[in-house]
Structures are given as structure tokens and as C-alpha cells.
């Protein structure tokens, strides 16, 4: 959904937090690749490029909320249960570099904030939450959606949470820490329902049809058995 | 982009030349200026972020119409707008001036992981394809009669979302299939490129250089 603020730019937050955080990131990106590499092997760079231009369209949807205004997809949730969360961390840093580089979406030296918060906390939260509610409730298909619907919902507000430790840290700002997080996280409450809403039924569509290509689902799916019919 | 993030904004004389700086190789790229101006519009939830700042904050303060700004806050605000602005000037100026291929060769150099690279040279190849196909069905819903309104709608957008993934993976299968066929190996063959000549690297070095100066003679000085 519409992320305000969520591509920070440079100059918003110092150097020194911006070089951490892009070091985290460049490890989190490092396992990821060698987690996609195990998962996918050869086939690595078709598949997760094309799922990378799915999510960069993905975006590009328009949901109409009401009185004019409209909100898009942020796809971490998604993209883990779609495609796991290796590869779903390679796709979103690659959409949110290519939108830096190409569309000055988001800054240089603020692109390890923005991979942190998006690519790592959004996908690998996601990711968590999603297992554990997997765990919980009944292995059937029709719980994935419902456990995909916890996960973007939570996801959201988590990623902005992210972005408000990093302003704790190192912003070059006055306002207080207080009101950035109350405001940050009190719409991107609202922001995580829409992308709950819309991963929830992206989910149920695409398991409706081919569900062997849903990660989140392939892990539990019952084997096929054949069984003796009385004629 | 360094060395602007971390002049303070009291020194508003480096800033007027590092504006001047990037103007003067925009004008020199000859790059249409209305271009430039649409798409630096991406900036504005920022800036209303930075105008919003003077409000904020603690120490010296001015009473302007009733309202109270505090200087900590104008300034940090000024440098956000300032430096946010320089940023997107020098992306933009990288993104027309350089084709993707370009940038993506440059970020191999730089020792982007080749898969990285590679998902995103792929990402590049099928982006037009994977827009036209959402067009397409874009357009047959539009034909059908199909207006999304509200939260009401959200479902059979979804479902477009659903087929989009679907067809896209499943082009990614074909993709892979086809390299397979061809002889691919793991690994994309590349065609080798000359190295950069010295003169190229006193090109790419001058910009920074020259802004490195500027941040250094205006500390030097006070």
C-alpha cells in the first residue's frame, strides 16, 4: 500500500547509520544468496529475475481505496510465501537498487536502509510470523491465505518500525522520535490491513490454480496416494 | 554524494556550489530540463516531511505570524530538502545519461554479485514484456466492463496479481527451458569490454574531487 516514507533518501539519515545499516545489508544479501543457490540452483537467475519484474509490476497496480485515493502493494509478505524468502530478499533488493539507480527512488548511500527495512525485516518477519501460524493452525490450503493475511499484516508495521530505529538513530531531524514512530506506525497499521487484504487473496488465486508453485505451501502439501475405489 | 551528506548546511556557500555543480553537468549532458524537473517530483514527501520540521525542536527560536520556528529545526529541515535534492539530481543524471545495460556493467565492476547482476539483467530484459501483459489484461477487463472503485474490487485485482505471478513464472521456466537448449551452462557468457583508459577515470574522479575541495576549502577557511 502507499508507503510515504518508506524509500528514504539521502541526507535524511547520517552517514555512519547509513554505512551500518548497508553493511547489515550486504550480510543479509550474502545468506540469501547462498539460500536461493541451494533452492533453485541454475535456474536462479530466470526464475527470481522474472519473479523480480512480477513484483516491480506488482507494484505498479493500483488499489482504490476510497474518495480518490489509492494505494499499491509492498510485496514482502508476498513474495516469501510466493517464492521463499531467499529469494524473495534477492527480488525486493534488486526492485528497490534498480528504483534508486533508474528512477532516483530512494538514495545511494540510503540504499542499505531501505534493503534493511524492506528486504530483510519485511520479507524474513514475514517469513517468521508466516511459520508460526502455519505451525498453529489445521495443514490445510485453504489456512495459507489466512496465515499470509497475519503475516503482511504484522510485516508492515514492523518495517516502519524498522525505518523509526533508524531515525532514532541517526537522523538529521528535530522532530521527535515520539511522534515520527506514533505517526509512522499508526498508518502503516492501516497500510498493513490493505496489504493483508491483498496478499490474502493473491494467495488464494494463485493456490486455486497452481498451487505446487506457492513455497509456503509446497513444505506441507499432503504426498499424492492412490487408493483402492470399490467398483 | 558522500562528501554532500556530510557538509553541515551552515555552509550554505558549498551548497550553492554544489548545486551549480550538477546543474552545470546536466546543462552539459544536455538533458531536456523538463524531464528533469518531472521526475525529481518524486521528492515531495520528503519535502512536506522538511517543511513540517520548523515546528519542531528545542533552544533558539522566532516568533513569524504567530507561529514559533526554532533554528535547529529550519536548518535541519533546509538540509534535508538541500541534500534530498542533490541526491535525486545525480541519480536522475546517472539514469538518462547511462543506458541500464550501462549501469548494470558499472555495477558488475563494482563487485555486485554476478547472480545479483544477473537477476537484475533479466529483470531489465522482461520488464517491457511483463507490462505489456498486465496491459493487455488491463485492458481486457476494461473491455469487460470492469471499473475498480473501492476495497470492493480488491478481490478480482488480486486475482490479476495471481495470473500476473503465474505467467511470469512460468515464462521463467520457459526462459530457463530455452537457455538449457542453447547450451547454457550456470553461467552467462559475456562479451569482454576494454578497460577504462586514464583519461575516463580523471573523467569519473573530477566530479567528487572537485566537490571533496569545495566541502574542504569552505572548512579550512572558517
Known sequence: MFAPLLHIPD?????????????????????????????LDDKTAPLAGLTTVFIFAAQMINFPVAAGTSGHLLGGALAAILIGPYAATLSITIVLLLQALLFADGGLIASGLNVFNLALVGVWGSHLIFLIIRKIMPKRKNFIPVAGFIAALIQVPLAATSFVIQYAIGAESTIPVSTVFTAMVSTHVLIGIGEALVTAFTLSAVLATRSDLVYGWKGIAPKLEIKKVNS | MLVVVTTPITNWVSYLVYFSLIITVILVARLPLLTVFKRSLIEIPF???????????????????GFTLYREGILAGTAIVAKGTLGVLGAITLSSTSTAREILRGLERLKLPALMVNIASFMLRYINVVTDEMERMRI????????????????????????????????????????????FTGVLPRTPDSPPRPRQYLQVVSLPLLALLIALSERILR
Open chain 2, 140 to 183: 481486457a477487463r476494461a473491455s469487460r466492463g470492469f471499473e475498480a472503485k473501492g476495497i470492493r474490487d480488491w478481490r478480482i485485482l488480486a486475482s490479476v496479481l495471481a495470473t500476473l505471478f503465474m505467467r511470469s513464472y512460468e515464462r521463467g521456466e520457459r526462459v530457463h527451458l530455452a537457455m538449457l537448449s542453447r547450451g
Open chain 1, 11 to 39: 541526507g535524511f539519515i547520517n552517514v555512519p547509520t547509513s554505512v551500518i545499516f548497508m553493511l547489515l545489508s550486504a550480510a543479509g544479501i550474502a545468506i540469501a544468496l547462498r539460500g536461493a543457490k541451494g533452492e
Open chain 2, 47 to 65: 519535502v512536506l516531511f522538511a517543511v513540517l520540521m520548523p515546528f519542531f525542536g528545542t533552544g533558539e527560536s522566532y516568533q513569524v505570524g
